[in-house]
Protein backbone atom coordinates (compact mmCIF):
# COMPACT_ATOMS: atom_id res chain seq x y z
CA UNK A 1 0.00 0.00 0.00
CA UNK A 2 0.84 3.58 0.17
CA UNK A 3 0.14 7.20 2.38
CA UNK A 4 -0.57 10.02 0.12
CA UNK A 5 -0.08 13.38 1.65
CA UNK A 6 -1.79 16.10 -0.36
CA UNK A 7 -1.21 19.64 0.55
CA UNK A 8 -3.04 22.17 0.82
CA UNK A 9 -5.86 20.32 1.67
CA UNK A 10 -7.89 23.63 0.65
CA UNK A 11 -7.35 27.24 -0.21
CA UNK A 12 -9.46 29.99 -1.63
CA UNK A 13 -7.79 31.98 -4.47
CA UNK A 14 -8.27 35.22 -6.06
CA UNK A 15 -8.92 34.76 -10.18
CA UNK A 16 -5.47 35.52 -12.14
CA UNK A 17 -3.28 33.28 -9.23
CA UNK A 18 -1.65 30.03 -9.65
CA UNK A 19 -1.99 27.70 -7.02
CA UNK A 20 0.57 24.58 -6.42
CA UNK A 21 -0.66 21.69 -5.44
CA UNK A 22 1.93 18.94 -3.54
CA UNK A 23 1.49 15.22 -3.17
CA UNK A 24 4.50 12.93 -1.56
CA UNK A 25 4.15 9.63 -1.41
CA UNK A 26 5.63 7.13 1.01
CA UNK A 27 6.61 4.79 -1.28
CA UNK A 28 8.10 4.71 -4.99
CA UNK A 29 5.45 4.62 -7.12
CA UNK A 30 5.72 3.58 -10.57
CA UNK A 31 2.57 5.76 -12.03
CA UNK A 32 1.22 9.27 -10.51
CA UNK A 33 -1.95 10.80 -11.86
CA UNK A 34 -3.64 13.88 -11.21
CA UNK A 35 -7.55 14.04 -11.79
CA UNK A 36 -9.91 16.64 -11.10
CA UNK A 37 -13.12 16.20 -9.48
CA UNK A 38 -16.07 18.77 -10.28
CA UNK A 39 -18.85 19.00 -6.88
CA UNK A 40 -20.91 15.51 -7.10
CA UNK A 41 -19.59 14.50 -9.76
CA UNK A 42 -17.15 11.83 -11.28
CA UNK A 43 -13.49 12.10 -11.72
CA UNK A 44 -11.46 13.53 -14.82
CA UNK A 45 -8.03 12.56 -15.61
CA UNK A 46 -5.72 15.33 -16.35
CA UNK A 47 -2.65 14.44 -16.70
CA UNK A 48 -0.32 11.11 -16.01
CA UNK A 49 2.78 12.49 -14.33
CA UNK A 50 5.88 11.23 -15.70
CA UNK A 51 8.90 10.77 -14.01
CA UNK A 52 11.76 13.18 -15.25
CA UNK A 53 9.84 13.90 -18.66
CA UNK A 54 7.14 16.02 -19.38
CA UNK A 55 3.65 14.96 -17.93
CA UNK A 56 1.17 13.16 -21.04
CA UNK A 57 -1.91 15.41 -20.74
CA UNK A 58 -5.31 14.32 -21.53
CA UNK A 59 -7.49 16.02 -24.04
CA UNK A 60 -8.58 19.31 -23.26
CA UNK A 61 -5.98 19.97 -20.86
CA UNK A 62 -2.88 21.83 -21.40
CA UNK A 63 0.58 22.39 -19.96
CA UNK A 64 0.54 26.13 -20.42
CA UNK A 65 -2.73 25.73 -17.55
CA UNK A 66 -1.80 22.65 -15.54
CA UNK A 67 1.79 22.13 -15.47
CA UNK A 68 3.43 19.34 -13.25
CA UNK A 69 5.92 18.08 -12.31
CA UNK A 70 8.02 14.69 -10.93
CA UNK A 71 11.44 15.48 -10.19
CA UNK A 72 11.50 11.73 -8.38
CA UNK A 73 9.19 8.65 -7.50
CA UNK A 74 7.90 9.66 -4.67
CA UNK A 75 6.90 13.44 -5.38
CA UNK A 76 4.15 15.63 -7.76
CA UNK A 77 3.10 19.09 -7.95
CA UNK A 78 0.21 20.75 -10.13
CA UNK A 79 -0.11 24.14 -10.52
CA UNK A 80 -3.62 25.61 -12.11
CA UNK A 81 -2.61 28.87 -13.63
CA UNK A 82 -4.18 32.24 -14.19
CA UNK A 83 -7.40 30.60 -12.48
CA UNK A 84 -10.95 31.12 -12.71
CA UNK A 85 -14.29 30.81 -11.03
CA UNK A 86 -14.17 27.41 -13.68
CA UNK A 87 -10.97 25.95 -11.98
CA UNK A 88 -13.28 25.57 -8.37
CA UNK A 89 -13.13 22.20 -7.88
CA UNK A 90 -11.73 19.30 -5.80
CA UNK A 91 -8.02 17.83 -7.34
CA UNK A 92 -6.77 14.77 -6.41
CA UNK A 93 -3.26 12.96 -7.19
CA UNK A 94 -2.93 9.34 -6.89
CA UNK A 95 -0.36 6.55 -7.40
CA UNK A 96 0.27 3.36 -8.19
CA UNK A 97 3.21 1.44 -6.09
CA UNK A 98 5.14 -0.87 -7.41
CA UNK A 99 3.86 -4.20 -7.82
CA UNK A 100 0.60 -3.19 -7.42
CA UNK A 101 -2.57 -3.34 -9.27
CA UNK A 102 -4.44 -0.52 -7.46
CA UNK A 103 -4.29 3.48 -7.45
CA UNK A 104 -4.03 5.29 -3.82
CA UNK A 105 -5.28 8.61 -3.42
CA UNK A 106 -4.23 11.77 -1.61
CA UNK A 107 -6.85 13.48 0.66
CA UNK A 108 -7.74 15.95 -1.98
CA UNK A 109 -7.46 19.82 -2.42
CA UNK A 110 -10.15 21.26 -2.31
CA UNK A 111 -10.03 25.16 -4.57
CA UNK A 112 -11.95 28.23 -4.49
CA UNK A 113 -11.68 30.56 -6.88
CA UNK A 114 -13.14 33.65 -6.27
CA UNK B 1 -13.08 2.41 -25.88
CA UNK B 2 -12.96 1.51 -22.55
CA UNK B 3 -15.78 2.52 -20.39
CA UNK B 4 -17.46 1.33 -17.08
CA UNK B 5 -21.57 2.44 -16.27
CA UNK B 6 -22.94 2.14 -12.99
CA UNK B 7 -26.39 2.81 -11.93
CA UNK B 8 -27.27 6.16 -10.77
CA UNK B 9 -28.22 7.58 -7.39
CA UNK B 10 -28.94 8.33 -4.93
CA UNK B 11 -29.59 5.17 -3.44
CA UNK B 12 -31.56 5.53 -0.43
CA UNK B 13 -32.29 2.77 2.19
CA UNK B 14 -32.94 1.90 5.32
CA UNK B 15 -30.81 0.78 8.13
CA UNK B 16 -29.97 -3.15 8.09
CA UNK B 17 -31.19 -3.40 4.27
CA UNK B 18 -29.45 -5.48 1.52
CA UNK B 19 -27.71 -3.11 -0.94
CA UNK B 20 -26.61 -3.46 -4.54
CA UNK B 21 -25.28 -1.04 -6.41
CA UNK B 22 -24.52 -2.35 -10.39
CA UNK B 23 -21.62 -2.02 -12.33
CA UNK B 24 -21.15 -3.12 -15.96
CA UNK B 25 -17.75 -2.11 -18.28
CA UNK B 26 -16.60 -2.31 -21.59
CA UNK B 27 -13.04 -3.36 -22.21
CA UNK B 28 -10.69 -4.97 -24.58
CA UNK B 29 -8.52 -7.55 -22.88
CA UNK B 30 -8.66 -8.36 -19.53
CA UNK B 31 -8.80 -5.06 -16.61
CA UNK B 32 -8.56 -5.17 -13.33
CA UNK B 33 -11.67 -4.12 -11.16
CA UNK B 34 -12.61 -1.71 -8.36
CA UNK B 35 -14.66 -0.39 -5.93
CA UNK B 36 -13.70 2.92 -4.35
CA UNK B 37 -15.52 4.57 -1.68
CA UNK B 38 -15.96 8.65 -1.03
CA UNK B 39 -17.09 9.28 2.34
CA UNK B 40 -18.27 13.28 3.09
CA UNK B 41 -15.23 15.48 3.13
CA UNK B 42 -13.00 13.03 2.30
CA UNK B 43 -10.74 11.44 -0.18
CA UNK B 44 -10.96 8.25 -2.62
CA UNK B 45 -10.27 4.59 -0.33
CA UNK B 46 -9.95 1.49 -2.29
CA UNK B 47 -12.89 -0.77 -0.92
CA UNK B 48 -11.91 -3.87 -3.02
CA UNK B 49 -10.83 -5.11 -6.26
CA UNK B 50 -10.65 -8.16 -8.78
CA UNK B 51 -7.95 -8.82 -11.19
CA UNK B 52 -9.61 -11.19 -13.07
CA UNK B 53 -12.52 -13.32 -14.05
CA UNK B 54 -14.75 -15.39 -11.03
CA UNK B 55 -12.33 -13.45 -8.18
CA UNK B 56 -14.41 -12.37 -5.83
CA UNK B 57 -12.98 -9.53 -4.29
CA UNK B 58 -14.44 -8.43 -0.41
CA UNK B 59 -13.85 -5.89 2.38
CA UNK B 60 -15.72 -4.66 5.30
CA UNK B 61 -18.52 -7.36 4.66
CA UNK B 62 -19.25 -5.41 0.85
CA UNK B 63 -18.33 -7.61 -1.77
CA UNK B 64 -18.13 -8.16 -5.73
CA UNK B 65 -17.39 -10.74 -8.11
CA UNK B 66 -15.80 -10.18 -11.16
CA UNK B 67 -18.08 -11.64 -14.10
CA UNK B 68 -16.50 -11.51 -17.65
CA UNK B 69 -19.28 -13.05 -19.27
CA UNK B 70 -21.57 -10.87 -18.37
CA UNK B 71 -19.08 -8.03 -18.31
CA UNK B 72 -20.15 -7.03 -14.59
CA UNK B 73 -18.94 -6.12 -11.15
CA UNK B 74 -21.85 -5.13 -9.31
CA UNK B 75 -21.28 -4.38 -5.42
CA UNK B 76 -23.18 -6.10 -2.64
CA UNK B 77 -23.98 -5.84 0.97
CA UNK B 78 -26.19 -8.07 3.21
CA UNK B 79 -26.84 -5.12 5.93
CA UNK B 80 -26.08 -1.65 5.35
CA UNK B 81 -25.08 0.82 8.92
CA UNK B 82 -25.76 4.60 8.73
CA UNK B 83 -21.95 4.80 8.44
CA UNK B 84 -21.79 3.27 5.05
CA UNK B 85 -23.63 6.53 3.27
CA UNK B 86 -20.93 7.29 0.93
CA UNK B 87 -20.40 7.96 -2.63
CA UNK B 88 -19.43 4.49 -4.04
CA UNK B 89 -17.13 4.46 -7.52
CA UNK B 90 -17.01 1.43 -9.82
CA UNK B 91 -13.33 1.62 -12.22
CA UNK B 92 -11.37 -0.64 -14.39
CA UNK B 93 -7.88 -0.19 -14.87
CA UNK B 94 -6.08 -0.83 -18.09
CA UNK B 95 -2.74 -3.00 -17.28
CA UNK B 96 -0.62 -1.51 -19.90
CA UNK B 97 -0.68 2.17 -17.97
CA UNK B 98 -2.66 1.51 -14.90
CA UNK B 99 -4.83 4.52 -15.97
CA UNK B 100 -8.60 3.99 -14.51
CA UNK B 101 -11.65 4.32 -16.12
CA UNK B 102 -14.37 5.90 -13.90
CA UNK B 103 -17.99 5.35 -13.44
CA UNK B 104 -20.51 8.29 -12.87
CA UNK B 105 -20.22 7.33 -9.28
CA UNK B 106 -23.61 6.48 -6.84
CA UNK B 107 -24.50 8.21 -3.95
CA UNK B 108 -25.50 5.98 -1.18
CA UNK B 109 -27.85 7.11 2.11
CA UNK B 110 -28.52 4.88 4.54
CA UNK B 111 -31.36 6.15 7.44
CA UNK B 112 -31.64 5.23 10.84
Known amino acids: SAVISQKPSRDICQRGTSLTIQCQVD?????MFWYRQQPGQSLTLIATANQGSEATYESGFVIDKFPISRPNLTFSTLTVSNMSPEDSSIYLCSGVPRGNTEAFFGQGTRLTVV | GNSVTQMEGPVTLSEEAFLTINCTYTATGYPSLFWYVQYPGEGLQLLLKATKADDKGSNKGFEATYRKETTSFHLEKGSVQVSDSAVYFC???????????WGAGTKLIIKP
Open chain 2, 91 to 101: ALSDRRNYQLI
Open chain 1, 27 to 31: SQVTM
